[in-house]
């Protein structure tokens, strides 16, 4: 297939392209604006295959995506993963979060609507707000209740009524946590490992009691490639990962990974309208047959180790802007 992925120099989008190269042989444009989060260094084992091309661009720029969908062959889909993607950062400031999620995800409807594309819009379990006990499924109202995941509830019903309305050949996957190689470390995971790693304290929000449905990105990125090919259209299909742990509990199994201090926890002032526990049930894509490979514990010890052996990629994140986000963020600044 010859795709265009929308935010592919980030995180899942980046693991998403690889496979998508090198497992199923389909060809790649990827459009990203490289914010802070989106870097090529995320896709510098790509650069030169048969078959990938890199386009600086915002999804929110018509031009740009006409002459990415054309570059793309043309494009026979769109896969949007470009989002400002941090919860932190919405509530501080939200602007480029309804810019993105809603303009942005607006221009690449219409583009694939003018010209008959399939589109794939990745969203997030954060879109049904907090479960106390019990699976979101797919019928659950939606509850969103940050900046971020009420812009990205929005663009999901832009993109379900561009289904209802023009009948485009669009479908929503809704992940749950991700985690592995490549995350900006301002997300939990990458955040604990690196302050783990340099003997920085490991700020845990509130009593850490938030529970996070895990699943690895590799896994994440599969059930969006399934989604591409099986899901139908003007469905959505959630896709958890296979076990669920609270923050604090994953902050410890990172302490006995890196051989950190348990007094380097931190429990710093919780984050405003910190949702309590997200948990999302599978069985939709299951039935398409997909299910996740990676469980937790093997996945972040996986993960662990690839950032201990990996400085190249996180040494000029930790040297640059981070360090005055951070700074800002927990009132201390980062080791050297
Ligand atoms: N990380 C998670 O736990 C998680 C879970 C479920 C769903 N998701 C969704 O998956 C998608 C990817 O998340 P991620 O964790 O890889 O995020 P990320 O922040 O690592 O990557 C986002 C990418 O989008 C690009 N981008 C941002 N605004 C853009 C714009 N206007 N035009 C073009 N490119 C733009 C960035 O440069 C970056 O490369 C997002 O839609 C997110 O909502 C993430």
Not at 141 to 161: E, R
Not at 178 to 201: T, W
């Amino acid at each position: 297939m010859r795709l265009l992925v929308c935010g592919g120099a980030g995180f899942i989008g980046s693991t998403f392209v690889r496979q998508r190269l090198r497992e199923h042989g389909d060809e790649v444009v990827v459009l990203d604006k490289l914010t802070y989060a989106g870097r090529e260094e995320n896709l510098q084992d790509l650069a030169g295959e048969q078959g990938f091309r890199f386009m600086r661009g915002a999804i929110e720029d018509p031009a740009a995506v006409a002459e990415a969908i054309a570059a793309a062959g043309p494009a026979q889909a769109i896969v949007n993963f470009a989002a400002e993607t941090h919860v932190d950062r919405s509530i501080a400031d939200p602007d480029a979060f309804v810019a993105t999620h809603a303009l942005g995800t607006y221009v690449l409807l219409e583009a694939a609507r003018a010209g008959g594309l399939r589109y794939v819009q990745v969203s997030t379990d954060e879109v049904y707000g907090s479960i106390e006990q019990g699976t979101f499924t797919e019928d659950s109202p939606l509850a969103p209740s940050s900046p971020y995941s009420a812009t990205k509830a929005g663009a999901d019903l832009l993109v379900l009524s561009y289904h209802h309305t023009y009948e485009l050949a669009a479908t929503i996957c809704r992940g749950s946590n991700n985690y592995g190689p490549y995350q900006y470390p301002e997300k939990l995971i990458p955040l604990m490992v690196l302050n783990a790693l340099h003997g920085d304290s490991l700020p845990v929000y509130g009593d850490g009691m938030q529970v996070r449905n895990w699943i690895h990105a590799t896994d994440f990125a599969r059930a969006i490639g399934h989604v591409l090919e099986h899901g139908a259209v003007g469905e959505v299909y959630n896709a958890g990962g296979p076990d669920e742990e609270a923050n604090i509990e994953v902050v410890r199994r990172i302490i006995e990974l890196t051989g950190a201090a348990q007094s380097q926890i931190e429990h710093v002032k919780d984050r405003p309208g910190h949702d309590r526990r997200y948990s999302l049930s599978s069985e939709k894509v299951r039935a398409l047959g997909w299910e996740p490979r990676v469980r937790f514990a093997d996945g972040l010890a996986e993960t662990v180790a690839w950032y201990a052996e990996n400085g190249w990629w996180w040494e000029p994140i930790r040297s640059g802007e981070y360090r005055e986000y951070y700074a800002q963020q927990y009132g201390r600044a980062l080791q050297d």
